[in-house]
């Protein structure tokens, strides 16, 4: 009994490969690939893993998914706006905090539910734009806090290198895109 030893861990383990799972299974549910597209690679992280990246809304592989279809809507609840918000969601940031990894799946859970009327209209209005796990490489290596390159990647996002933080770079090129593609479908409307 002298000998034996005693691990704690500071939170609930969720691995890299237990989202990957999830990530597959959803793709691979006919009812749910309707409303979600992988975009997966994002980008490539330091250690070369993909970076996972998924788009759910409605009539998402459709060209025009971006506005919204008076079709979708009952005529008492057709939004005023012509073009569907967008919301970006990341999770995982700091590789020890995997309440976030759950938080994560809980809500990709829901948002990509076929029978959940409040997924089902939000899909209606919004395209979520979803980055389940921002530092793969962290998370895979088990570190607390900090990336491969040894960063903070959310003290990085006002000037990121490009070969240090590629996902960071990434993830704000998506954002200025999508800002100046939003901004010029309001301007043709």
Same mark, same amino acid.
């Given at each position: 009994?002298d000998?034996d030893?005693? =691990? *704690? $861990?500071y !939170? *609930?383990? =969720?691995? *890299?490969?237990?989202l !990957?799972?999830l990530? #597959?299974?959803?793709?691979?549910?006919g $009812?749910?690939t309707q +409303?979600i597209k992988?975009?997966?690679?994002?980008?490539?992280?330091l250690s070369?893993?993909d970076?996972p990246?998924?788009?759910?809304?409605s009539r998402?592989? @459709?060209?025009? +998914?971006h506005?919204?279809? $008076?079709s @979708?809507?009952e005529?008492d609840s057709?939004? %005023?706006q012509?073009s569907?918000?967008?919301?970006?969601l990341?999770g #995982? %940031?700091h590789?020890?905090e995997?309440?976030?990894?759950?938080?994560?799946?809980?809500?990709? #859970?829901l948002i990509?539910?076929p029978t959940?009327q409040m997924a089902?209209?939000? #899909?209606k209005?919004?395209?979520?734009?979803?980055?389940p796990?921002?530092?793969p490489?962290?998370v895979?290596a088990?570190n607390?806090r900090v990336s491969? !390159?040894?960063?903070d990647?959310?003290?990085? =996002?006002q000037?990121p290198?490009?070969?240090? +933080?590629?996902? %960071?770079c990434?993830i704000k090129?998506?954002? $200025?895109e999508d800002?100046?593609f939003i901004?010029?479908?309001q301007?043709?409307?």
């Amino acid at each position: 009994m002298d000998y034996d030893e005693t =691990y *704690f $861990a500071y !939170s *609930f383990p =969720y691995t *890299f490969s237990r989202l !990957s799972r999830l990530l #597959r299974a959803l793709k691979e549910d006919g $009812a749910i690939t309707q +409303h979600i597209k992988d975009c997966t690679p994002m980008c490539k992280s330091l250690s070369g893993v993909d970076v996972p990246f998924l788009v759910v809304t409605s009539r998402v592989h @459709e060209d025009d +998914h971006h506005l919204i279809d $008076a079709s @979708e809507h009952e005529p008492d609840s057709i939004p %005023v706006q012509k073009s569907k918000k967008i919301v970006f969601l990341t999770g #995982r %940031v700091h590789p020890g905090e995997t309440n976030s990894s759950f938080m994560m799946e809980g809500f990709l #859970r829901l948002i990509t539910s076929p029978t959940n009327q409040m997924a089902i209209e939000l #899909r209606k209005r919004v395209i979520f734009k979803i980055v389940p796990c921002t530092n793969p490489d962290g998370v895979i290596a088990g570190n607390y806090r900090v990336s491969m !390159s040894g960063n903070d990647l959310n003290r990085r =996002y006002q000037s990121p290198h490009p070969q240090l +933080h590629p996902i %960071v770079c990434a993830i704000k090129k998506m954002i $200025a895109e999508d800002c100046s593609f939003i901004n010029n479908i309001q301007r043709n409307l």
